[in-house]
């Protein structure tokens, strides 16, 4: 009879991961030895390869997102994590170590912390939220993609049908964005690309956008031509939103992921008399099932071309602070991520 496979090699009790013990500017965010917790029997504990910085991370380490707990300190960032299986516990049968897996929100890091985040060398989930990760995939490549490829996946599934429609992007040069673009193209969809700045256009047509317009607050037209467009990837809300809602054709669905421009929006109710949807995607909802579905799906896209990995910068997990910084510079495209 064959031997049982190792589950685990020599338990970690210690590591580095980046700690924040308070809100405030990047240089809150400190590089610090941690103790690692003994797994329970459904946790799985990953060799982080590549965390990425999310928008998320800046808001909730200036306090403007602050975490939902009594005591938030010591708080780990980071909402996502790529990297391959260290330790098992003693209930988990489908994975073995060295395994490449991904894992993303629910609860890692973000505002509900219910576990320590990604900006760590190991990172402990349980085995249900992670999703494996194909061999012959570059791993920066999954990383890049991450957790704005899952949330542009899921938000236009929202929308239905791409093939042959007329897709509105928001937001199109940032990392949902150009996720957003390059997924609807492989799709099948004409994608119109919004844009904050002239110096994005060339990047969003490179990323499979038909049209690329400029969005600014002092542009009279509307961006967009009154029920010209068949759906809305939305990831932006704030001014552009009303002229969003303007543009779907009856039937036409605008699926909002996130609000970088604001979350107060208005916009004319007679606009929804030609029926059309609003609906919404978080990654916060985002459970196992669906991000194994999600990630499945454009690893296999990554493996045949039909799209691309953005662009990605790689820097040294002690670096985060500079990262942040980095992030926080206007004319900073595609993903930032961070390795041990």
Same mark, same amino acid.
């Given at each position: 009879m064959p031997s =049982? =496979?190792?589950r685990k090699a020599a338990a970690q009790t210690n590591a580095n991961a980046i700690v924040m013990r308070e809100y405030g500017g990047p240089e809150v965010l400190a590089y610090e030895?941690?103790?690692?917790?003994? $797994?329970?029997?459904d946790e799985v504990r990953a060799r982080s390869m590549a965390s990425a910085v999310n928008h998320t991370d800046l808001e909730i380490r200036a306090g403007n997102w602050p975490v939902k707990k009594a005591q938030p300190f010591p708080y780990v960032p980071g909402v996502e994590v790529l990297g391959k299986v260290d330790e098992m516990g003693s209930a988990v049968e489908d !994975? /073995? /170590?060295g395994d490449c897996v991904i894992t993303m929100m629910q609860g890692l890091g973000g505002v509900r912390a219910e576990r320590t985040g990604g900006y760590a060398e190991y990172v402990t989930v349980s085995a249900a939220a992670l999703a494996p990760v194909p061999t012959?995939?570059?791993c920066h490549d999954m990383a890049a993609v991450g957790l704005v490829g899952v949330t542009a996946f899921e938000g236009l599934r929202r929308i239905g *049908?791409? *093939?042959g429609r007329r897709i509105v992007v928001t937001g199109a040069a940032g990392g949902i964005g150009s996720a957003a673009t390059a997924i609807a193209r492989a799709q099948g969809a004409s994608v119109i690309g919004v844009v904050s700045r002239s110096d994005q256009v060339d990047y969003v047509r490179s990323l499979g956008a038909a049209e690329v317009t400029v969005s600014s607050p002092d542009k009279e037209a509307p961006i967009l031509a009154p029920q010209s467009v068949d759906g809305v990837l939305d990831a932006v809300g704030g001014d552009p939103f009303a002229c969003c809602v303007t543009a779907l054709r009856p039937g036409g669905r605008l699926? $909002?992921?996130g609000a970088v421009g604001g979350s107060n929006v208005r916009f004319d109710a007679y606009e929804l008399i030609p029926p059309v %949807? !609003?609906?919404g995607c978080s990654s916060e909802t985002l459970d196992g099932q669906a991000l194994r579905k999600a990630a499945a799906t454009l690893a296999n896209w990554l493996v045949d071309g039909r799209i691309k990995a953005p662009t990605y910068t790689v820097m040294p997990l002690a670096e985060a602070a500079g990262a942040? *910084? !980095? %992030?926080e510079r206007k004319g900073f495209t595609g993903r930032l991520l961070l390795a041990p």
């Open positions: =049982r =496979r190792p030895k941690v103790t690692l917790l003994t $797994l329970s029997p !994975l /073995r /170590r012959g995939i570059d *049908a791409l *093939a699926s $909002l992921v %949807m !609003l609906p942040h *910084a !980095l %992030m």
